[in-house]
């Protein structure tokens, strides 16, 4: 009995040991069908969003590649896009042309936009269809900025579509499962697709899809950087990057503020390097910004500043030289030129009154104290420090005050000081 009971755990296990790779090994014979089958069946959604550039275009080439590559029956390119910013876009309209797999452009979900070279994809694509309500046009565009070369069908603007019936487009349908549904049975590119199976249930037919439906999405760094390419966060990005510099400048030393412009200013780099550009329009907004710079520094919000606000304003609409397909929305415009007009107005005195101010109640004190600039005066505008703390400071225009002239506090106004400068 205990020899029975000493051998039995041994046997168990020897036992186990045995069975355990038998199982593994069926388990994968059982999976090996299976992942074929998912990568057959499979289809990939290719999300081509915003304007093409080199990233884009190298996101896209690759990801249709990487589809034939790993055998999925198809590829769908969902379209929401502007147009091409660069002149590789022929790389990818060749590889359309003549694809390794299946393709089939969708442009959706609406609002969405095939404007330009986007347009053109759907004309030499051999399957296109349109969410309704969706815009096409202007596909003889190739490169955004760029004239019309003449070489493709020229749309008469930009044609909403309302029920599949636009040049190049062979079917509309609102919805991305629809689409694959649709796809069953469809011969693209010498090859019949399976995608939907019929389900009869109390006596109606209905159409399942059966294909899995993969999404394929570019990285975060290549999402960051098309952010940079919609004019209207380009503006918000610039705009925002340039008051925070403007504030850093002003609040004597580097810190927090040129760290948070740096990310923004670089991201916009980009866009600016990459987006067709209105020079004019791009000096407004840059002039904009300085006279709103100019007037905070005489502790004002006057004249110079609503000028600098109206060509803050134009610029944006305009900096980006992409119509009629790219282009700023005036909403998006608008709505950053108020944020900066309120950081300028409100919230860069508020932080300078704190950053400035020191801790005692009434400051009337002050007055007949002695001091000496920290900074030389500029339009009778300066920083001075009396008893060890930092005061903004003003003085008669025709004063010269430079950095370490010693100076009499003659007067407060607020947070400020009236100086002159010391016999």
């Known amino acids: 009995m205990a020899k029975q009971l000493f051998t039995a755990p041994i046997i168990r296990g020897v036992k186990t040991r045995l069975l355990l790779p038998v199982f593994v090994l069926l388990v994968l014979a059982a999976g090996l069908p299976a992942f074929a089958h998912d ?50 876009i022929t790389t990818l309209l060749d590889l359309l042309e003549s694809p390794p797999l299946p393709i089939v452009a969708w442009v959706g979900d609406a609002p969405a936009e095939a ?11 051999e399957v ?3 969410a309704p309500g969706a815009v096409v046009g202007h596909s003889d565009i190739l490169i955004i900025g760029e004239s019309p070369d003449g070489s ?3 749309f008469s603007g930009a044609v909403v579509v309302a029920g599949g019936d636009t040049p190049g487009v062979d079917r509309a349908e609102a919805a991305l499962g629809q689409i694959v549904v649709w796809l069953h049975g469809q011969e693209i590119n010498g090859r ?65 503020g040129a760290a948070t412009a740096l990310l923004p200013l670089l991201v916009a780099s980009y866009g600016l ?52 397909t790219l282009a700023a929305h005036w909403g998006s415009v608008l709505t950053t030129t108020l ?11 508020a932080v300078a009154r ?28 300066g920083v001075v420090s009396v008893d060890g703390a930092l005061w903004r400071a003003t003085s008669h225009r025709e004063l010269t005050l430079e950095e370490g002239s010693p100076i009499t506090v003659t007067g407060v106004q607020g947070s400020w000081l009236d100086v002159s400068e010391s016999p």
């Open 39 to 88: 990568s057959h069946e499979r289809i990939d959604v290719v999300r081509l969003e915003g304007a093409i550039d080199n990233i884009k275009l190298d996101y896209l080439i690759d990801a249709i590649n990487g589809a034939a590559a790993e055998g999925a029956q198809a590829v769908i390119l969902e379209i929401d896009s502007p147009g091409a910013v660069t002149s590789e």
């Open 115 to 125: 404007q330009g070279a986007a347009a053109r994809i759907l004309e030499i694509i």
């Open 128 to 130: 296109a269809t349109i």
């Open 152 to 154: 493709s069908r020229t």
């Open 192 to 256: 019949t697709l399976d995608t939907a199976e019929q389900v009869i249930e109390d006596g109606t037919a209905t159409a399942t899809p059966t294909a899995v439906v993969r999404f394929v999405e570019p990285s975060a760094l290549r999402n960051m950087l098309a952010h940079a390419l919609k004019p209207g966060t380009l503006f918000f990005l610039l705009s925002i990057a340039l008051t925070v510099m403007v504030f850093e400048f002003y609040a004597i030393g580097p810190g927090v």
């Open 273 to 324: 390097a990459t987006l067709p550009l209105s020079f004019w329009a791009l000096g407004a907004l840059l002039l904009g910004i300085l006279l709103m710079a100019i007037e905070y520094q005489r502790s004002k919000f006057g004249l110079l500043s609503t000028i600098g606000a109206v060509l803050l304003f134009v610029g944006g609409l305009k900096f980006v030289d992409g119509a009629p």
């Open 339 to 349: 944020l900066v007009v309120i950081f300028f107005a409100v919230a860069m005195p």
């Open 354 to 381: 704190t950053r400035f101010s020191t801790g005692t109640y009434g400051r009337e004190h002050l007055v007949g104290r002695e001091g000496v600039t920290t900074e030389a005066f500029s339009n009778g505008a």
